[in-house]
């Protein structure tokens, strides 16, 4: 599930984000020259998104492939380090928001290894750029970082 290896590279991960700004609005705007290039590469080449935005290579699998790939993968901290750090630079490069699937997998994993620490800080890392990315497994990522930094309040019955 995980090991030091892993380990060291989620906290590479952790501090690439920590230590790189967000993109501003207009950051994000600018870069959308990039992705009109990616759609016109597209055109001209009938490739997909992810092989004109030269995206992780198991996206561009068949469907029943890509649903063994990601069952094969899961529970693997490395690899969904792996996907989210060449997801987030991408963002960077292109301004193309990743899909919350990846980092909802790290902090899912790092919940089973009772590593709360670790996941409280990936997840403030992941919320610092991404805090208003819309839809359900973003917000639930929020919520689950918010779940982390709450006090723990406990009923006392008398």
Request: contains cysteine; neutral net charge; aromatic residues 10%.
């Amino acid at each position: 599930m995980a090991n030091c290896n892993d380990f060291d590279a989620l906290n590479t991960l952790i501090d690439c984000m920590e230590q790189t700004p967000p993109l501003t609005p207009a950051a994000v705007a600018a870069l959308s020259e990039k992705q009109r290039k990616i759609v016109e590469r597209m055109v001209e080449t009938g490739e997909t998104w992810n092989q004109a935005s030269s995206g992780p290579s198991f996206l561009s699998l068949g469907e029943a492939e890509f649903r063994a790939h990601m069952g094969a993968i899961d529970n693997e901290l490395g690899e969904q380090v792996a996907i989210v750090s060449q997801f987030f630079t991408a963002y960077l490069n292109n301004g193309e928001i990743p899909p919350p699937y990846y980092p909802w997998r790290i902090a899912v994993i790092l919940r089973r290894i009772k590593e709360p620490e670790i996941e409280k800080r990936f997840l403030a890392a992941w919320c610092l750029h991404f805090p208003h990315a819309v839809g359900g497994r973003y917000t639930g990522l929020i919520e689950r970082y918010q779940k982390l930094i709450r006090p723990s309040v406990r009923k006392i019955s008398n």
